[in-house]
């Protein structure tokens, strides 16, 4: 069974800093393409952060470039969102998810997996 389940959200203060993990379950971490998306309410959901598989490259959405940084532990089945200088425009709630493809992509229709979510508060 393929499970995504992320952790480390919460309320954190504008400037502050959170740790998003993502461990997936049911395939192999490895060969699959993992991207961060968020949607806060009354928008759509955007793509912010990919790790390809093929070759570690990475796309940042202009949003959050500077701040967030996304890795992978293909060893520990887990990929982390390392997201600092958090803004109240960043509060969301926070997705990973993983695509077949091998390449980086930022749109949601490509992603085969997803995980329930979780709350980013940015609020002072």
């Known amino acids: 069974q393929v499970q995504l389940v992320e952790s480390g959200g919460g309320l954190v203060q504008p400037g502050g800093s959170l740790r998003l993990s993502c461990e997936v379950s049911?395939?192999?971490?490895?060969?699959?393409?993992i991207g961060w998306f968020r949607q806060a309410p009354g928008k759509e959901r955007e793509g912010v952060l990919c790790?390809?598989?093929?070759?570690?490259?990475?796309y940042y959405a202009d949003s959050v470039k500077g701040r967030f940084t996304i890795s992978r532990d293909n060893a520990k089945n887990t990929v982390y969102l390392q997201m600092n200088s958090l803004k109240p425009e960043d509060t969301a709630v926070y997705y990973c998810?993983?695509?077949?493809?091998?390449?980086?992509?930022?749109?949601?229709?490509?992603?085969?997996?997803w995980g329930q979510g979780i709350q980013v508060t940015v609020s002072s």
């Open positions: 049911g395939f192999t971490l490895d060969y699959y393409t």
């Open positions: 790790v390809s598989s093929s070759d570690g490259s990475t």
């Open positions: 998810a993983a695509s077949s493809y091998t390449i980086v992509v930022v749109t949601a229709d490509f992603y085969d997996y």
